[in-house]
């Protein structure tokens, strides 16, 4: 299982990134996909979810009509719309998998939100 996060940058208040994530190894389009966070001196946090076909989708209150995650199985990616962003939404913002009862995560993409 291999997840390579892309996307990540320096991006004013209120601005807006993409995160791309790409996945191998398995059979992408079988497992649901989330995207995490880690701000430096806070716990990793869970930030969205999707289920394996992309109909079904959950977020943590605190990116809620804000972050969008969808995913396209043909390009075996998932992927995380952040709009209005905000300081404290500057993190690492990691890609994970359950599969086969193992968590994958990739090594992260860094997201700071500053002016």
């Known amino acids: 299982v291999q997840l390579v996060e892309s996307g990540g940058g320096l991006v004013q208040p209120g601005g807006s990134l993409r995160l791309s994530c790409a996945a191998s190894?398995?059979?992408?389009?079988?497992?649901?996909m989330s995207w995490e966070r880690q701000a430096p001196g806070k716990e990793r946090e869970l930030v969205a979810g999707i289920n394996s076909v992309g109909d079904s989708t959950n977020y943590a209150d605190s990116v809620k009509g804000r972050f969008t995650i969808s995913r396209d199985n043909a390009k075996n990616t998932v992927y995380l719309q952040m709009n209005s962003l905000k300081p404290e939404d500057t993190a690492v913002y990691y890609c994970?998998?359950?599969?086969?009862?193992?968590?994958?995560w990739g090594q992260g993409t860094q997201v700071t939100v500053s002016s």
């Open positions: 994970k998998a359950l599969v086969y009862y193992h968590y994958y």
């Open positions: 190894g398995f059979t992408f389009s079988n497992y649901a």
